[in-house]
Structure formats: structure tokens, C-alpha cells
């Protein structure tokens, strides 16, 4: 996969919804870590590729990849993508996309992030995977309905992510000046005004939040 693609795998959460004596990064599921899952996925498909992996102390990283770069990330999920980018710039390893990952997603699809690379290279400023909303929406204030939520647009966002680089951190630092708070990566360019697509994901790239979703994703791995 192309070489001017940085590679940015998120794994610094504490997982305080995971309830298990192992923290979920190193939960191991068919006897490898979730976290190992992403490593291997880009290690594999994106060999020319850097990739930063931003962990918590926590969080053990066996035998250190000579492409890969570990750092200590932060409490949220802006500062951790933002000391990755720092780092990128800092070491001169910046390059024209950074594809960004969250890896309690370990089911990932090789044609899902071709499609999101094409959607920016050729068009967009950044694309994301995700998945249309089916359930039933409610607004609900002191636990009573207040009234019903359209779905017909709205749609779950995913990881991987990608990105122009130079729109990312533009972006990214623009909303940290402004105290912006942000979900997601995408959220950030859409706050400056720069154009994002959405593309169909595989319904198999599910996040792993709770122990009990290890049994869904476990015969997918």
C-alpha cells in the first residue's frame, strides 16, 4: 500500500467499560491481543507505511516493529491523535494522508480502507467508514420521551478514518484553540468547513466496548 500514507493506531483509553482484570488492549481473543489485530492488519497491507501507536502504561506492546513508533497518549482521544501528530512532525515522518484507527475495532476489511484511500485522493478532504442507523431514536429528558429523532440521515461513524494531513492538523489544532469539544476526527474538518464523505463500512468492523461483545466478534477474528 502506498508509502505517503502515515498510519495513526489509537490505544491509549483506559476501557473503564471493560470490566476485566486485563485491560482491553491486551485482552487476547483465538490467543491474540486485540490491540496486535490492527498491528498485524497494517503491518501487513501498509508495509511501507509509519505507523504511531499511542498506548496508556498500561498497555504491553510485544517486540517493537521497525516500522512502528510507540507513545504515551493522553486522557482523550483529541490530545492522544494530537501527541501522534506532534510526533509525526517532530521526527519528520509527516506525509501527504494520515489514516487514523481506534483499535477496539479489530475486524478490519482491505476493501473498506481502499475505498476510503480512493474517496480521498480523488475528492474529499476526509472520509470515514460507517454504518446507517436502524433502531428506532428517541430524545429522552429525566428518563421520558420526549419526542421521536428522524434516522432516515443519520448514520454510525467508524474507524479507520483518513485524511489530508495538512487538514487534519489544521483542523485539529484549530478546534484545541477554541475548545472545541469533538467526537471524532471527522467532526474536526467539519467544524472548519472541509469536506468529509461517508462510506458503507462492513458490518462485521464492530467495537469492542464490553466484555459481553467479545462473543459477537470473536468467530470473525
Known sequence: MSKD???ILLGAG?????????????????KKSIINYSRDFFSNYFPKS??????????????????????????????????????????????KYT???????????LYD???????VKNKFDGSTLGYPIT??????KNGIVCENILRDKLWSTFTPQIFKTKMLVDSLDKC????????DDIEALLLNNLKCSMVLSSPTNIKITYVSDIKAIKGLL
Open 176 to 183: 484545541i484553540r477554541n475548545k472545541d469539544d469533538i467526537d
Open 135 to 140: 433502531n428506532a431514536l428517541k430524545e429522552v
Open 99 to 109: 489514516l487514523v484507527h481506534d483499535v477496539a475495532r479489530p475486524v478490519l476489511c
Open 50 to 95: 509509519k505507523k504511531i501507536i499511542a498506548i496508556n502504561n498500561q498497555v504491553k506492546i510485544s517486540s517493537q516493529r521497525i516500522d512502528e513508533y510507540i507513545i504515551n497518549g493522553s486522557s482523550s482521544r483529541m490530545k492522544s491523535l494530537k501527541k501522534c501528530l506532534d510526533y509525526i512532525y517532530i521526527n519528520n515522518l509527516q506525509t
Open 14 to 30: 483506559k476501557s473503564s467499560r471493560f470490566e476485566s482484570t486485563v485491560i482491553k488492549q491486551n485482552f487476547k481473543i483465538n
Open 5 to 7: 500514507i502515515s498510519v
Open 113 to 119: 480502507v481502499k475505498k476510503i484511500i480512493h474517496e
